[in-house]
Structures are given as structure tokens and as C-alpha cells.
């Protein structure tokens, strides 16, 4: 029986029930009474459900996680595990929930390559087990609790009016000073109140002696 493996495959050959090795890419004659399972060798995205995780202070945070993940190892990867891609999954979840509990929730957020990072080194043992390699974990959502985003919001809120409000203030003695500075002028000089008051009229009248005719 003719078996024909593409290159990103590779075959577990068991002969009688008893395993036997792998099989390379390309076209294969096999006996009837050997059985070949296909294992695809190609990188994989994993994204487990979003978790609610408990932080250090007690903060319930929702987590995501993105896993890229390969097939290293295909025997391993079909006779170590019924599901290895479920065992990957549980690993992953477990290995979140560590990295997230000893935090607290304002710290999630800030520290997502760590956390990402710790992820990666505790599932590397559970993963290689499995015939699989991680090659990266990336931390892709997390979200605070409703009145933690409403707190958050009011506090940027407050910090802007707080802002505009200084602006304010700032322009309201600047005008003060402005306007201190005028009046020691006028005291010190006072024909610049005349000059003032000239530049602020509208008409000016000018009396000329009549031509002679």
C-alpha cells in the first residue's frame, strides 16, 4: 500500500501494533498491516479562552495569552498523549494563572513580556514531554474589572481638569501681573496716560486757521 507524506509531514509507523520509527517526507510502500500516522510538523497558533485570574491583591483580571507552538518530536507526539494538544492547553492555562497570581493588578498590564516570558519557561519541561516545542507566548488582552476601568477613567478625568485648571490660573496672574505693571507705569509716568488715552479715541478734530482767498 502506497503512503505519500508532503513536507511538512511526518509518519509514525507501527507494524502490528508495535512501533517501528518515523517515516521522512515522500512516497512510501507500506504492508496492509502496517499503520502510519500523519503528524503535521508546521508552526501553530494556540489562543486559549480568556481566564480570570485572582491577583496578589485580590483583583480579579482577565488574561489572554497567544501560543506559537510546533510538533518537534513526532512519536513522542503521538504515543506520549490521547490529546497532547489539550495537555498544551491546560499547561498554558496553569502557567498563566502562576505568573498572574503573584502580581498585582496594577502590575498585569505593565508587565506583559514578563509575564510572557514566565509563561514560556514553565511550559517549556510539560511541552517537550509532549513532542512539542513554544516558540513564543505573547499576552494579548487584559482586562480590569468594571469599576477599576470606571475609577481609572475618573482619574484621568480629574488629572486633565486638574490641568486645564492650572492653565487657567496660570493666565488669570499672568493678566494680574500685566496689569500690576500698567499701573506703576501710569503712577511713575503719568503723560502715558495721556498718550493712552489719545491712542484709545475714535475721532480726532484738528482745528486748521482758514485759506485767504
Given at each position: 500500500?502506497?503512503?505519500?507524506?508532503?513536507?511538512?509531514?511526518?509518519?509514525?509507523?507501527?507494524d502490528r501494533g508495535v512501533l517501528v520509527g518515523e517515516v521522512e517526507p515522500g512516497?512510501?510502500?507500506?504492508?496492509?498491516?502496517?499503520?502510519?500516522?500523519?503528524?503535521?510538523?508546521?508552526?501553530?497558533?494556540?489562543?486559549?479562552?480568556?481566564?480570570?485570574?485572582?491577583?496578589?491583591?485580590?483583583?480579579?483580571?482577565?488574561?489572554?495569552?497567544?501560543?506559537?507552538?510546533?510538533?518537534?518530536?513526532?512519536?513522542?507526539?503521538?504515543?506520549?498523549?490521547?490529546?497532547?494538544?489539550?495537555?498544551l492547553y491546560t499547561a498554558v492555562q496553569l502557567a498563566l494563572r502562576g505568573a498572574?497570581?503573584?502580581?498585582?493588578?496594577?502590575?498585569?498590564?505593565?508587565?506583559?513580556?514578563?509575564?510572557?516570558?514566565?509563561?514560556?519557561?514553565?511550559?517549556?519541561?510539560?511541552?517537550?514531554?509532549?513532542?512539542?516545542?513554544?516558540?513564543?507566548?505573547?499576552?494579548?488582552?487584559?482586562?480590569?474589572?468594571?469599576?477599576?476601568?470606571?475609577?481609572?477613567?475618573?482619574?484621568?478625568?480629574?488629572?486633565?481638569?486638574?490641568?486645564?485648571?492650572?492653565?487657567?490660573?496660570?493666565?488669570?496672574?499672568?493678566?494680574?501681573?500685566?496689569?500690576?505693571?500698567?499701573?506703576?507705569?501710569?503712577?511713575?509716568?503719568?503723560?502715558?496716560?495721556?498718550?493712552?488715552?489719545?491712542?484709545?479715541?475714535?475721532?480726532?478734530?484738528?482745528?486748521?486757521?482758514?485759506?485767504?482767498?
Amino acid at each position: 500500500m502506497k503512503h505519500t507524506l508532503f513536507p511538512w509531514e511526518r509518519g509514525v509507523r507501527f507494524d502490528r501494533g508495535v512501533l517501528v520509527g518515523e517515516v521522512e517526507p515522500g512516497q512510501h510502500k507500506l504492508p496492509r498491516h502496517v499503520v502510519l500516522h500523519r503528524v503535521d510538523v508546521r508552526p501553530r497558533t494556540m489562543t486559549p479562552a480568556a481566564q480570570d485570574v485572582p491577583t496578589s491583591d485580590g483583583v480579579l483580571v482577565r488574561v489572554t495569552v497567544v501560543v506559537r507552538w510546533a510538533v518537534s518530536a513526532p512519536t513522542t507526539f503521538v504515543v506520549a498523549s490521547a490529546e497532547p494538544e489539550a495537555e498544551l492547553y491546560t499547561a498554558v492555562q496553569l502557567a498563566l494563572r502562576g505568573a498572574v497570581l503573584t502580581r498585582a493588578h496594577s502590575a498585569v498590564d505593565a508587565e506583559r513580556s514578563a509575564i510572557a516570558s514566565q509563561v514560556l519557561a514553565a511550559v517549556a519541561s510539560r511541552a517537550a514531554e509532549l513532542g512539542v516545542s513554544v516558540s513564543d507566548v505573547a499576552v494579548r488582552d487584559v482586562v480590569m474589572p468594571g469599576e477599576l476601568r470606571r475609577a481609572a477613567l475618573a482619574e484621568l478625568v480629574a488629572a486633565s481638569e486638574g490641568r486645564a485648571a492650572l492653565e487657567r490660573a496660570r493666565g488669570e496672574t499672568a493678566a494680574l501681573r500685566s496689569l500690576l505693571n500698567a499701573a506703576r507705569l501710569a503712577e511713575e509716568h503719568p503723560a502715558l496716560l495721556e498718550l493712552r488715552a489719545l491712542q484709545a479715541a475714535t475721532t480726532v478734530v484738528v482745528d486748521r486757521p482758514a485759506r485767504k482767498s
